[in-house]
């Protein structure tokens, strides 16, 4: 079994330093594995297209507007929710997304949809950037003008 056959590319590149050699694994649970790796990055709203979960973040944070994701999303369940922040979570460490803070340093939160207090992420240019590498910049969303100006606070 090949995970380049099972895998879309934008994740294979993310993940391919992972995939355990050749023979490490019984080929059930390397299917298995990938298989994990792959619905969990892939949303079944998206399989017409194969965006990762990842890529949709991106897409949706892409006008730079500083939001939550129970703003972005608002139709997601709590299991989905998650697994859309862990992927936000991971979008912070790629330098593609900050959590807003305040001058002292401290998350600005709001309250979200289901009455607790929820992060506002502010997308930064490297998320830009990544769409354009991975030949996605026809979906990204206008910027409106009075954010194209401002620089995010980290």
């Known amino acids: 079994m090949n995970e380049k056959d099972k ?3 934008s994740l294979l590149e993310q993940v391919e330093m992972f995939i355990p050699p050749s023979g490490s694994f019984g080929t059930e649970d390397l299917r298995r594995y990938l298989d994990l790796i792959r619905n969990y990055e892939t949303s079944t709203t998206d399989l017409m297209l194969g965006l990762s ?3 949709q973040i991106r897409i949706t944070f892409s006008d730079m507007r500083t939001s939550t994701i129970c703003d972005r999303y608002p139709d997601i369940n709590l299991a989905e929710k998650r697994r859309y922040r862990c992927v936000a979570e991971y979008l912070i460490r790629q330098g593609e997304l900050t959590k807003l803070r305040d001058e002292e340093g401290k998350l600005i ?3 979200g949809n289901m009455q607790k207090a929820v992060v506002l992420y502010q997308p930064l240019p490297k998320l830009l950037e990544t769409l354009k590498k991975s ?3 026809d979906l990204i969303k206008s910027i409106p003008k009075d954010q194209s100006e401002k620089k995010p606070k980290n």
């Open 53 to 55: 979960l990842a890529d």
């Open 7 to 9: 895998l879309p590319e």
């Open 109 to 111: 939160k709001k309250i």
């Open 135 to 137: 030949k996605l910049d």
